[in-house]
């Protein structure tokens, strides 16, 4: 039996399987808004590439795109603007 392994989105806790994007977890789990960001326009995945940086979040912290960001167990994520998503 494998542990089910979880991130925090928001303070809240979602599975993921090993492999995926952060982005693609928060799709898994029914979750396709990541808050605004500094323009006050909607995150979102998207491209799935990086390209056009619609996915942006805080991950421990750091601004990165979702699409590019291999999720981890324990690790933190946000919207880039408090109280967002």
């Not at 809240?12 to 977890?25: D, K, N, T």
């Not at 808050?35 to 940086?53: E, H, L, M, P, V």
Request: net charge negative.
């Amino acid at each position: 039996m494998t542990a089910v392994r979880t991130f925090f989105w928001q303070g809240i806790e979602v599975p993921f399987r090993a492999g995926e994007s952060v982005a693609a977890a928060l799709s898994g789990a029914n979750i396709h808004g990541f808050g605004k960001d500094n323009a006050g326009s909607q995150t979102r995945y998207f491209c799935g590439i990086g390209a056009c940086q619609c996915c942006l979040v805080r991950v421990n912290g750091r601004t990165t795109e979702a699409c590019l960001e291999p999720v981890h167990a324990g690790m933190i994520v946000t919207a880039l603007e408090d109280g967002d998503a």
